[in-house]
């Protein structure tokens, strides 16, 4: 078996007016993230690893932001293709492993729903999606409230 492993990384702005998007599932919050597609951090950062991994460039590679096919796309979507990027080089996902940067809304209890979320679409156990939320204790734009930032490492493997 041949494993790979890939680093993903995501910023988004945070706005009113917009809904908050983390790990496929919609969170109450006053503001949302600002972006191409949905802006779910969370997601473009694992499929940037799993493309990574795969040496398969990045999400803006395949899916542009300059591209009307992709304007306001739920990035569930943008997950299950990359599931198919990877797959057509004969890698699957091994397991995921996360974290997101925010300082408001307190993410623990949205993270097992995030986490069944995700495993539907990488067709993986729950317990192969890690998920940890932490803040920057009030520095930078993370701690500004400006934004939010998502990590992920991904284990892509091959028979």
Known sequence: ??????????????????????????????LGLLGHSDADVLIHAICDAMLGAANMRDIGYHFPDKSEVYKGIDSKILLAKTT?????????VGNVDATICAEQPKLNPYIPQMQQTLSKILQVDVEDISIKATTTEKLGFTGREEGISAYAVVLIEKE
């Open 1 to 30: 078996m041949k494993i790979r492993v890939g680093f993903g990384y995501d910023v988004h702005r945070l706005v009113p007016d917009c809904d908050l998007w983390l790990g496929g599932i919609k969170i109450n919050h006053t």
């Open 84 to 92: 198919e990027l990877i797959a057509s080089k004969g890698y699957k």
